[in-house]
């Protein structure tokens, strides 16, 4: 095999795994929009506060792994639940710009209460996998991108299950399709609101702990949240699938454009080529490959 | 402004039309003006001269962006951006061709309506939620621009020093120079956006922003008014832009970022959507709220903590009160300060003597 075409595979195989932990972070937003119509522009805050958490839990407590993970995900699921009945209830039937407006704004207060309740200084959240990549042939992969991928499918395959097939879930699927007739059938909406952004609060705790392995953990940890807005709109803003391929699309395309372009013009395009990829498809697709056909003609 | 007759007691239309409808309105306008010409620039020392300098620009933009997401209800999160294009814009041009600020400025506001435009585009298929995200993407994109193309950004550290603003021989250097030469931009803003709303232009906008089917029908081009409510409201943000450099001194793209977008759109939503008064309530406050926790968590803060975690509480606690603020404005009052403002004059249009 030639370097040319190894060194397309590593970029490749590389964005695949890190496609798949976008898509698992992208998963929280889609589940609030499905459900409740929501924007959660805090994704990326969610997923800090979940890592700043846990890895809160480890210094501090120096609690066992599974423990601080146990916190973690019981902290983003009650902030979940508190988070829905507090704010974004009284934001139901608001314009959408109240609602991009107020978890905004809700960004901004996290950003604050995460380095000043629980430190400012980067913190470290191990994980008992090693370091060394598993060497494939030509590919490179590093253990905590396998398990990242790995828990992401996982947990895509546990909410599509959820969705399709569970009580709770085709009851989630009758308020997304019409909120109206669901009360009417006799759902309590309101409780599959706090149930949605528990479910969010969930999978930013794990996408938390293993973001914030990767990264390490500070308020920086909030900016992979930005990554969510291509994702989303790619795979279409309300289908879990489309988190998935979205994902695997701008996971596959940044790093495949960093690999052959950033040499030349000096770094980021890895936070540049996703928007350009997002720009187009709002202009061809703006419902993306598997959303609802929804957008209005204006 | 301040005082209301206290009945509709109007018998002719050109009473109603008046733009004093009381004598007491031309003197309350008169003592606005000379708090702000005069008493403001007079008394206040340089320190508190530049406040209300940042607080001078950050009108103009606001102003703008009332325009855009106020009256025609088409959300953007790439203010930042425009105005980054329009300091840029102006920087390049003083730098390279020397020309005076004049052309500068116009050239700066043109080339971000231009910017602007084009990031508008999108919402001619889409709007709401998408358009957000579209602008969003606007944002990074031209930030990413500016900083990877060395023509316009001009080397490493993708800033640009621009002289001070010159009238005539006179180099406008102090404080008090740059404030009333912002304070015309601002008195410019108002006056022009005020008159732009009452305009048929500006009835359509809000046609638009009101029901944007029911505006087609009456035979509004919603492509067209859409484009130039981009156009004008990235104008005003590239005016922005130039005014901030040259209040600053270099132009900077750090100076420009998300956080800058999201300032903004804070500004309007505290003080109030689709109202001129609101922009200016709303720019004041935003622009004051940090340097005021700064000055109490410095003041009084010792009380309860200790130096050092003071430190890195003071600007956590900016962001803090800052995203509380939006959300609490949003849920508890979402017609912002302007409202409030109504609200306090009502309630002495009839004081002492209620009911």
Not at chain 2, 127 to 143: D, M, P, S, V
Request: glycine residues 12%; contains cysteine; aromatic residues 12%.
């Amino acid at each position: 095999m030639s370097d040319a075409v190894a060194f397309f595979l590593l970029l490749l195989s590389n964005g695949v795994m890190i496609g798949l932990m976008y898509a698992l972070i992208a998963l929280g937003f889609v589940l609030v929009y499905k459900a409740t119509d929501a924007v959660n522009f805090a994704q990326g805050e969610f997923v800090m506060i979940a890592g700043l958490v846990v890895a809160g839990a480890l210094d501090a407590f120096s609690a066992p792994l599974w423990v601080a993970v146990l916190i973690g995900l019981i902290t983003m699921v009650a902030f979940g639940f508190v988070l829905e009945r507090v704010m974004l209830r009284r934001l139901i039937g608001r314009p959408v710009i109240a609602v991009v407006m107020a978890t905004i704004g809700l960004a901004s207060v996290l950003r604050g209460i995460g380095p000043s309740t629980l430190g400012a200084g980067t913190k470290t959240l191990p994980l008992p996998i090693p370091d060394d990549p598993i060497v494939l042939g030509p590919l490179l992969i590093p253990p905590i991108q396998l398990l990242g991928a790995t828990v992401s499918l996982i947990f895509l395959a546990a909410f599509g299950w959820f969705f399709l097939k569970s009580r709770k879930g085709i009851a989630m699927r009758a308020i997304a399709d019409s909120q109206q007739v669901a009360m009417a059938m006799g759902i309590n909406v309101e409780r599959y609101f706090g149930l949605a952004w528990a479910m969010t609060g969930i999978v930013s705790a794990l996408g938390g702990i293993i973001w914030g392995n990767l990264l390490g953990v500070d308020i920086n940890l909030s900016l992979v949240g930005l990554k969510v807005f291509p994702v989303v709109i790619l795979g279409g803003l309300d289908s879990i699938p489309g988190a998935v391929l979205g994902g695997l699309i701008v996971g596959i395309v940044e790093n495949v454009t960093a690999g052959y372009v950033d040499p030349y013009v000096g770094g980021g395009t890895k936070d540049f080529a996703p928007y350009v990829l997002m720009i187009l498809a709002l202009m061809i697709r703006p419902y993306g490959i598997f959303g609802k056909k929804i957008i209005e003609r204006i | 402004m301040i005082h209301r007759e206290c009945g509709v007691l109007k018998t002719t239309y050109e009473a109603d039309m008046a733009l004093y409808p009381l004598p007491i309105a031309r003197w309350a306008v008169l003592a606005v003006a000379v708090l702000f010409f005069a008493v403001i620039p007079l008394t206040l020392n340089d320190y508190f001269l530049s406040i209300a300098n940042l607080v001078c620009v950050a009108i103009v933009g606001a102003v703008g962006l009332n325009i855009l997401v106020g009256y025609t209800g088409q959300v953007s999160i790439g203010h930042g951006a425009f105005m980054s294009v329009g300091a840029y814009t102006a920087a390049n041009l003083a730098n390279r061709l020397g020309s005076p600020w004049p052309v500068n400025l116009l050239a700066g506001g043109l080339m971000a309506a231009a910017v602007g435009a084009v990031v508008g585009i999108p919402s001619l298929r889409i709007k709401g939620l998408y358009l957000a995200i579209a602008t969003l993407a606007g944002q990074f994109i031209i930030e990413w621009i500016i900083n990877h193309v060395t023509f316009i950004s001009g080397g490493v550290q993708a800033s640009i020093p621009v002289a001070r603003p010159r009238i005539g021989s006179m180099v406008l250097s102090s404080q008090r120079a740059i404030y009333y030469f912002l304070l015309a931009f601002v008195v410019l803003a108002l006056v022009g956006n005020m008159n732009l709303i009452r305009s048929r232009v500006g009835r359509a906008f809000i046609a638009i922003r009101d029901q944007d089917i029911a505006a087609e029908i009456i035979g509004i081009n919603i492509f067209r008014y859409k484009l130039l409510a981009f156009a004008v409201s990235s104008f005003y943000a590239g005016v922005t832009g130039v005014l901030y450099t040259y209040f600053l001194g270099i132009a900077n793209y750090e100076q420009f970022q998300l956080g800058v977008s999201v300032d903004y759109l804070a500004m309007i939503i505290i003080g109030g959507l689709g109202s001129v008064l609101g922009s200016v309530f709303g720019a004041i406050f935003i622009t004051l709220l940090p340097i005021v926790i700064r000055r109490l968590m410095e003041g009084f803060g010792w009380i309860l903590f200790d130096p050092g975690t003071l430190l890195n509480l003071i600007p956590n606690v900016r962001v803090m009160l800052f995203g509380a603020l939006i959300i609490f404005f949003l849920i508890v009052e979402p017609e912002g300060l302007n409202r409030l403002w109504r609200n306090i004059r009502n309630y002495f249009r009839i004081w002492p003597f209620a009911y």
